[in-house]
């Protein structure tokens, strides 16, 4: 066996990865502008929808890790998943279709966004845990795995705000629902492709089927052929019985703990955001399913630690999110606004800018694994912590680029295209230290029987993220608006691009300064 070659089923995971986030990517690059141009929202009002939006994405893929792991499998979340992200594509295509009927409109995009949510959760972490599935534990291939696989991602990424774009951001309102009818056509070819080759390339390298039975019954299973193994005799039968039954007790115990605890976490989140009940529901998520994994009475010590160093670094891998997630709202306004996209007389699509990054990915991910690969034979390579910690601190150098950029631009000036160019090759180099590095860590520490759901987990630190950028773009200046975040004045970009340069440089250095005890709470897993 020539282990330098990976499975043939990480190919049909990138080719349906790549599919998959052309149908996001390209709705994600055109919604902003939708929403203010089309729908006529303002600027705080479109922010908040997309950060919502963008958050509750990242928040289904919790529940739907868990309906995988307990009932569908892998194989039918992806498919129903798909299934419904289309449909939620062909429905912002007709609310674009209706603008004249305001109310109608906005009923279907608020439909789309709920199937795509739905559809989403189903779909993401399925597919990033059947990644890790394809390989034996402990393969070294596994980083380069998840890089390729990530690579996937962008190149569907780098892809759909072109060719959206093109067809949706015409100047012409009435043009945007051609954006989002690529995007849905496109989703359909994701089920067409993942249903004709799954049975042919996702097999295990035991020569099993992947990701027909869940993955925890397939755990209950092989549990029980131990424990029937064992017993030799009826009063053995009679103490797993009672085992079975303090179990439940403990089981009870736990749910009314955890209701108690969201009840209270509910209540602060109302204090602090009013009726506002897509973040109270969003914050509250990420904190209560995080606490319920761990108070799963089956994890051992070594398995309690190692979620622990899961969890701590997806707390600081919010603050990377909440930054880079500003280039589908605040960054892509900044681009049709304020930045000079006009080259040898042709202006430039503000949503083509959203390309930039995922086309830096594409190129950068191919060498990357030579990257890690090089520094690891001379004994070089940065732990997983440390290059999370790498990547937060190269977004914050991001944001401190274009802030040369800004300062003192008068009003009426645009700034030149090269400033937005830097800061999303800057924040590519971040992405690709931090994301698929973040992805193959759940993967290596996570215990197998909550393989999708600990994804889920991993993706919800992305949720809260996603809706505190939603918060945090709503700060972007407008003219007459005076804006306040934590006592500081926000009037120019200059004051706004500070925001994220001071929080993500703060959270690199206390993650740096964690990166040792972390590894020694990973036991032996790099």
Not at 97 to 115: A, C, D, K
Not at 379 to 403: D, R, V
Not at 519 to 524: N, P, S, Y
């Amino acid at each position: 066996m020539n282990n330098s070659k990976h499975p043939k089923g990480l190919y049909l995971i990138f080719a349906t990865s790549t599919a998959e986030r052309f149908g996001y990517y390209g709705m994600r690059a055109i919604f902003i502008l939708f929403l203010t141009q089309a729908l006529m929202f303002d600027t705080e009002k479109a922010a908040s929808i997309y950060g919502s939006y963008t958050g509750l994405v990242y928040l289904t893929p919790l529940i739907g890790g868990y309906i995988a792991d307990r009932y569908w499998g892998a194989r039918t979340s992806v498919i129903r998943g798909a299934l419904m992200m289309a449909v939620g594509q062909f429905l912002m295509f007709f609310s674009a279709s209706t603008l004249g009927n305001v109310q109608l409109s906005q009923g279907l995009m608020f439909g789309g966004l709920t199937f795509l949510i739905m559809g989403n959760g189903c779909f993401k972490p399925t597919v990033a845990s059947l990644v890790g599935q394809l390989y034996e534990p402990g393969d070294k291939r596994l980083d380069a795995a998840y890089t390729i696989y990530y690579m996937g991602v962008n190149v569907g990424a780098f892809l759909a705000p072109l060719v959206c774009g093109y067809f949706g951001e015409t100047g012409n309102p009435q043009d945007f629902k051609w954006g989002f009818l690529v995007a849905a056509l496109v989703t359909v070819a994701i089920v067409i492709l993942f249903q004709t080759q799954k049975n042919k390339y996702l097999i295990a390298p035991n020569g099993e089927q992947l990701g027909i039975i869940p993955d925890a019954k397939r755990d209950k299973m092989n549990k029980e052929a131990n424990i029937s193994e064992g017993i030799k005799n009826y009063q053995e039968g009679i103490n797993i019985q009672q085992d079975t039954q303090t179990a439940k007790r403990k089981e009870k115990r736990k749910y009314y703990l955890l209701a108690l605890l969201t009840i209270a976490l509910g209540s602060f989140f109302y204090y602090c955001f009013g009726d506002e009940w897509i973040s109270i529901g969003i914050f509250t998520a990420c904190i209560i399913f995080p606490i319920s994994i761990l108070m799963d009475s089956s994890l051992t010590k070594i398995e309690r630690s190692r979620i622990y160093v899961i969890y701590i670094i997806a707390f600081f891998v919010i603050f990377f999110w909440a930054a880079y997630e500003q280039a589908g709202a605040s960054l892509t306004l900044f681009a049709s606004q304020q930045t000079d996209r006009v080259i040898f007389g042709w202006e430039m699509p503000a949503s083509w800018i959203q390309s930039f990054n995922p086309f830096f990915l594409v190129i950068l991910a191919s060498i990357m694994p030579g990257v890690w690969s090089f520094l690891n034979k001379h004994h070089m390579e940065p732990a997983s912590p440390t290059k999370q910690a790498i990547g937060l601190l190269l977004l914050s150098l991001g944001y401190l680029l274009i802030c040369f950029g800004v300062k003192d631009m008068q009003p009426g000036v645009k700034v030149s295209l090269i400033w937005l160019t830097g800061l999303y090759f800057i924040h590519t180099l971040g992405e690709l230290a931090l994301s698929p590095i973040g992805l193959s860590m759940v993967n290596k520490l996570t215990p197998v029987r909550f393989a999708s759901l600990m994804m889920g987990v991993w993706f919800l630190s992305t949720a809260t993220a996603n809706k505190f950028a939603g918060i945090l773009g709503g700060l972007y200046p407008e003219a007459g608006k005076a804006k306040i975040f934590l006592g500081y004045r926000i009037e120019t970009m200059y004051d706004f691009f500070m925001i994220f340069v001071i929080m993500s440089a703060v959270a690199s250095l206390i993650l740096f300064l964690l990166t040792k005890k972390l590894q020694k709470m990973m036991h032996g897993v790099e």
